[in-house]
């Protein structure tokens, strides 16, 4: 394996030397052998600012590659990626993509998969921005240019015991008979160096898209919150209010930690007798994490699924991470997605005086996630809940 070497450039500043830095560990993890037969990789767009690994053995696989990678969220974005899938295709791509990287292919991730899925294939490689479960995403191309499957590789304890929840939960999704949307399957699941690996089917995204309305959305949702079964009960005492207990007091070293306690205990009193019903959720159902075409409802990204939590979370996160990403405004689209819980959480059967609590519970257990995972110390973009989560939750609780 080769170091990546940038192209000349005058940005040479602390965060491209950390974004090179974690390309290169990357490329050393998956192709850890020195000597026999190396392959080539495109870093697009560049070695500064890393964002995919596109084999260079073939102008198909490589277009491909690109094409598949992300859906662009503005017209300047696309035009940009067509370019450079033009490029590819055409053989022009020195001009665009002037950093490469050579690695070794003895005892490679890719070997590792063309055997383990009995099947020749191409690696795309996703590197994604900082945070804690950040982990390689790989992108499988077969030698006609199809993306077929997406691999994700646990590399450290937390991202490890991601994969293996995403593979048990697309297991057991696959078992419950949904009917309002679509989930990968399971192609492969194991081991590899240490590394725990995950092989799912590639949901066709690249397909034309379809408004989504609110209605198609919400019955999705509650296909989710119902595939395993329901409970229902007060907030003290349940299962979920013991595990969430449990999570929150791995924080309480912290003063975060402690604010969050507070707010949760104080909510916990608050809630009463009041009764919630508990089902599953996705646990990051974004706009990001889905695709809307005319016959189907794509859903993916489910390492954050779980059983047996107040129904409703789902729709309260959809919306707070769809305000945060149209707005910027992170502490402003928390106030506005509580304000608006009566309305998302009508669908989900949740009584009128649950709605608000519902809605600040998931803030709780949004925050309990962010510290226990330790988002901030990983560099997350929200990672530090103080500049805009914590504010608007304890002041919430205190109104109630």
Aim: charged residues 20%; glycine residues 8%.
């Amino acid at each position: 394996m080769s170091p990546v070497k940038t192209a000349p450039a005058a940005l040479t500043a602390g965060d491209a030397a950390l974004r090179t830095q974690y390309l290169n560990e990357i490329i050393a993890l998956l192709y850890p052998s020195e000597g026999g037969p190396t392959a080539e990789y495109y870093v697009v767009p560049d070695a500064r600012r890393p964002r995919l690994l596109v084999p260079a053995g073939s102008r198909k696989v490589a277009a491909a590659a690109v094409r598949r990678y992300a859906e662009p969220q503005s017209r300047g974005a696309k035009l940009k990626r067509d370019a450079v899938v033009a490029a590819l295709r055409t053989g022009a791509s020195g001009v665009l993509l002037r950093d490469r990287v050579h690695v070794s292919e003895s005892d490679s991730i890719d070997a590792h998969l063309r055997e383990a899925l009995g099947r020749d294939l191409a690696v795309s490689i996703h590197i994604g921005p900082a945070r804690a479960n950040r982990k390689p995403v790989l992108q499988l191309i077969s030698p006609e240019g199809d993306t077929f499957g997406f691999a994700k590789l646990g590399t450290g304890p937390l991202t490890q015991r991601l994969v293996r929840a995403e593979t048990n939960a697309l297991i057991a999704l696959g078992r419950s008979g949904l009917t309002k949307l679509t989930v990968p399957t399971v192609l492969h699941a194991g081991q590899w160096r240490g590394l725990q690996v995950l092989v799912q089917s590639a949901l066709p995204v690249w397909l034309p898209r379809a408004p989504l309305t609110p209605r198609r959305l919400a019955t999705a949702m509650v296909d989710i919150a119902g595939c395993c079964g329901y409970s229902a009960g007060p907030l003290v005492g349940s299962p979920y209010w013991s595990e969430l207990r449990g999570r929150l007091a791995s924080v309480q070293d912290r003063p975060e930690g402690v604010a969050l306690c507070a707010a949760a205990e104080l909510l916990a009193q608050h809630s009463g007798s009041t009764t919630f019903r508990y089902g599953a959720w996705h646990g990051d159902w974004a706009p990001w994490n889905m695709a809307n075409l005319t016959d189907a409802l794509l859903v993916w990204d489910w390492e954050r699924f779980a059983q047996g939590v107040p129904v409703g979370f789902d729709a309260v996160h959809h919306e707070l991470q769809r305000r945060i990403q149209s707005s910027g405004d992170a502490a402003g689209a928390v106030e506005a997605t509580v304000r608006q819980s009566a309305e998302l959480l009508a669908p989900f059967g949740v009584t009128a005086e649950g709605r608000e609590l519902t809605a600040l519970l998931y803030l709780v257990d949004l925050a309990a996630r962010y510290l226990t995972d330790r988002q901030a110390e990983a560099g997350a973009r929200l990672g530090v809940l103080g500049t805009w989560l914590l504010p608007v939750l304890i002041r919430r609780v205190e109104e109630l």
